[in-house]
Antibody
Framework: EVHLVESGGGVVQPGGSLRLSCVAS????????MSWVRQAPGKGLEWVANIKRDESERYYVDSVKGRFAISRDNAKNSVYLQMNSLRAEDTAVYYC?????????????WGQGTLVTVSS | SYVLTQPLSVSVAPGETARLSCGADNINRFNVHWYQQKPGQAPLLVIS???ARPSGIPERFSGSNSGNTATLTISRVEAGDEADYYCQVLDNDNDHWVFGGGTKLTVL
């Protein structure tokens, strides 16, 4: 069974930075696409970013380009989201998710999420 | 960017059939995935690639995709099906994933 555990959320002031982590188990992590999806309070799901197994491809939603950076460490079965220049509208629960080795595949596994609150 | 349109809410009585739509221009050219999300929980994949049911998902859940509308159908609705449901596609033009706004299913 795939298990994804996020950490690193918290309260940060506008303009600040935060780094989220997600540790994975129960899958061949080094073969897997990894993604971050967020959900603002009371709102729907929004895909944020994803990264290929060897970091050769990374994609971002337009609203975070230039501010967020996704990375991974296959030796630690971990994926990260570095969030800079945070804005109030970045407030959300951030989920780690994976489609396995299939870029076009659905997210079959999700973490429980970590809450990021951007507020002064 | 590609936009997926879902009704805000759908209500059905127990035992009836719920049909949740996901509309977009020529959505039938994409693979549509559906997720169920209950309060305080992470999303759960219930239908993949238009009509494939993952292991552990009841046969009451089915999907279809034609023209400009993809549909998630839940037969013999139960109280436990009450949740938010989201459709998802990969926009091939920019390799960005897109979610619909979600439909809240209420079981009367």
């Amino acid at each position: 069974e795939v298990h994804l555990v996020e950490s690193g959320g918290g309260v940060v002031q506008p303009g600040g930075s935060l780094r989220l982590s997600c540790v994975a188990s129960g899958l061949t992590f080094s073969d897997s696409w990894m993604s971050w999806v967020r959900q603002a309070p009371g709102k729907g799901l929004e895909w944020v970013a994803n990264i290929k197994r060897d970091e050769s491809e990374r994609y971002y939603v337009d609203s975070v380009k230039g501010r967020f950076a996704i990375s991974r460490d296959n030796a630690k079965n971990s994926v990260y989201l570095q969030m800079n220049s945070l804005r109030a509208e970045d407030t959300a629960v951030y989920y780690c998710a994976t489609s396995g080795s299939d870029f076009w595949g659905p997210y079959r596994s999700w973490g429980q999420g970590t809450l990021v609150t951007v507020s002064s | 960017s590609y936009v997926l349109t879902q009704p805000l809410s759908v209500s059905v009585a127990p035992g009836e059939t719920a049909r949740l739509s996901c509309g977009a221009d020529n959505i039938n050219r994409f693979n549509v995935h559906w997720y169920q999300q209950k309060p305080g929980q992470a999303p759960l994949l219930v239908i993949s690639h238009d009509d494939a049911r993952p292991s552990g998902i009841p046969e009451r859940f089915s999907g279809s995709n034609s023209g400009n509308t993809a549909t998630l159908t839940i037969s013999r609705v139960e109280a436990g099906d009450e949740a938010d449901y989201y459709c998802q596609v990969l926009d091939n033009d920019n390799d960005h994933w897109v979610f619909g706004g979600g439909t809240k299913l209420t079981v009367l």
